[in-house]
C-alpha cells in the first residue's frame, strides 16, 4: 500500500511553514504508519487535518472552488501572511515499500484577476540506480502550461537555477485550457502517463472522516455499498454489502466488534419490508436488542471505526479527527489498538493520521507516532515529534505513559520559537 513518508505545508493559514517527516531533499525519519498530531486548542491541528481535505478537494472541484468548500472562506482567508504569498504543498510518497518515492509539488497563487489558480505543479522521482541528487520531474506545469512525461526516465534535471530539458520522443506538451484545475486531474486518467494515474488514484481515495452518529443513525436506502462515506449515514448500506459478498467475514468482524464494545452481547443484522438491512446490538441485561437509531453516540462511533478498519479493500490513507469524542476514556485504548494493528498490518492496510486532545489516547501510542503542534512566538505553528526529545524517550522507557508526561506539560516545557 501507499504511504506518505512526509510532507511540507507553506502558507496556509496558521501553517505557514511546517514540515512532517521525510522529503527528497532532507534525512529524517519517514512518518510512522500511524500518526498523532497533539496540542492545545486553536494551534492548527483542525487546520493540518483540513490541509488534506483541501488537497483532495482541490483535485475534484479545482483550487478555486476547494477554497470555497467546507466553510474555509476563499483563498484570502486561506493563505498566512495578511493573504498574500502562494500556498504551498509538498508530498512525499512510496507507491510500495520498493519502490522509489516520488515527490508531488503544488503551488497557488492569485491571477491578475484575483482568481486562485495553479502556478506550479510537479511530479518528480529519482532514476533507478540514482540514490542521491535532484530527481527527475516527470511532469512540470508552470501557470498550467509545460510537459509530461510518459517514459521510465525523466523530463528535466537540473535545480531551481538552472533546468536541462531532455530531449525524447515520449514527453508530451501540456497546456490545460482552465487553470484552476490540477494537471494530474486531466493527465491522470491517460495510460500514457500511469505514474500520474497512480499517484492520482492515491490522492483521490484518501478517506477524511467527518463521521457523526446522528448521520448514522438515518434509516439508509435499500441497496448495498462497498465503501462507508465521510458522514457515515451509509452504515447499513456497508454492512449490506459485506452480507451478500463477505458473508463469513461478516459474521467474523461483528462477533469480533461485539468483544470490543463493554457491554454488547451480539451484534446482528434485521431486514425490513421494503428492503433495507438494519444493525441491532444486544445489550447484555436486556431481552430485545436495540438499533442503530436507539444506541449511544459512543457505541455507534466506535463501531463505525472498527468497521472501518475491517474494509476488504481500504483506503491508503485515512485521517480522523478527535476521534476520542463521545467515547469512554477506557475505549481509547482499544482504538488506537485496533488503529496500529490496521495500519501496521503486511496487507490491505491504511496509513492513519489522526489529530486528539485526549491524555488517555495517547498513553497507547508510541512516541515514534506522537507529533506535538504549538504557537511559535509569532503566532504561527511548530511542530516537532515526541521522540525527537531523548528525555520522553527515556520516561516512556522506564514506564511512564506518554498521555500522562503530555497531561504532565513534560511535552510543553520550551516555547518554540519562530523560523
Not at 490540477?182 to 494515474?197: E, F, N
Not at 498521555?403 to 516555547?415: C, H, K, N, P, V
Request: charge should be neutral; aromatic fraction near 10%.
Amino acid at each position: 500500500m501507499p504511504r506518505i513518508e512526509g510532507f511540507r505545508v507553506q502558507n496556509y493559514r496558521v501553517l505557514r511553514d511546517v514540515t512532517m517527516g521525510r522529503l527528497w531533499n532532507n534525512k529524517q525519519d519517514p512518518l510512522t504508519p500511524l500518526v498523532a498530531v497533539i496540542g492545545k486548542n486553536g494551534t492548527g491541528k483542525s487546520t493540518m487535518f483540513d490541509m488534506f481535505g483541501y488537497l483532495k478537494d482541490a483535485l475534484q472541484s479545482g483550487v478555486e472552488e476547494a477554497c470555497d468548500l467546507k466553510q474555509r472562506g476563499g483563498f484570502r482567508r486561506l493563505v498566512s501572511a495578511g493573504g498574500r504569498g502562494h500556498v504551498r504543498f509538498e508530498i512525499y510518497y512510496r507507491e510500495s515499500k520498493d519502490e522509489r518515492p516520488i515527490t508531488y509539488e503544488l503551488s497557488i497563487g492569485l491571477n491578475a484577476h484575483g482568481r486562485p489558480v495553479v502556478t506550479e505543479e510537479r511530479l518528480r522521482q529519482r532514476r533507478k540506480g540514482q540514490p542521491r541528487g535532484w530527481p527527475f520531474s516527470f511532469l512540470w506545469l508552470q501557470n498550467g502550461q509545460g510537459l509530461a512525461w510518459s517514459g521510465e526516465e525523466s523530463l528535466y534535471r537540473g535545480d531551481e537555477e538552472r533546468i536541462e530539458e531532455v530531449e525524447d520522443s515520449s514527453s508530451i506538451p501540456v497546456r490545460l485550457t482552465d487553470p484552476s484545475r490540477l494537471g494530474i486531474s486531466t493527465l491522470g486518467v491517460l495510460k500514457d502517463h500511469p505514474r500520474i494515474a497512480r499517484f492520482r488514484s492515491f490522492l483521490e481515495s484518501w478517506y477524511l472522516s467527518y463521521f457523526t452518529p446522528d448521520a448514522a443513525r438515518s434509516l439508509p436506502l435499500a441497496g448495498p455499498q462497498r465503501h462507508l462515506n465521510i458522514h457515515g449515514d451509509n452504515l447499513g448500506n456497508v454492512v449490506e454489502f459485506m452480507e451478500r459478498d463477505h458473508p463469513a467475514r461478516l459474521h467474523t468482524i461483528l462477533a469480533r466488534i461485539a468483544k470490543r464494545i463493554p457491554g454488547i452481547q451480539r451484534i446482528d443484522t434485521k431486514r425490513t419490508d421494503d428492503g433495507r438491512l438494519l444493525l441491532r446490538f444486544n445489550d447484555r441485561g436486556f431481552s430485545d436488542p436495540f438499533y442503530a437509531q436507539q444506541v449511544s453516540d459512543g457505541t455507534l462511533k466506535l463501531f463505525a471505526y472498527l468497521l472501518l478498519l475491517e474494509d476488504p479493500d481500504p483506503p491508503p490513507f485515512m485521517c480522523i479527527e478527535e476521534p476520542e469524542n463521545g467515547l469512554y476514556h477506557r475505549l481509547l485504548e482499544v482504538l488506537a489498538s485496533e488503529l496500529r494493528r490496521h495500519s501496521t498490518a503486511p496487507r490491505n492496510s491504511s496509513q492513519v493520521f489522526l489529530t486528539t486532545h485526549q491524555p488517555y489516547l495517547v498513553d497507547a501510542l508510541q512516541p515514534e507516532e506522537v507529533w506535538l503542534i504549538e504557537k511559535a512566538d509569532d503566532g504561527f505553528a511548530a511542530v516537532r515529534r515526541a521522540a525527537d526529545s531523548a528525555v520522553i524517550r527515556n520516561l516512556v522507557q522506564e514506564g511512564l505513559p506518554l498521555g500522562g508526561l503530555w497531561f504532565s506539560d513534560y511535552l510543553e516545557t520550551e516555547r518554540p520559537h519562530a523560523r
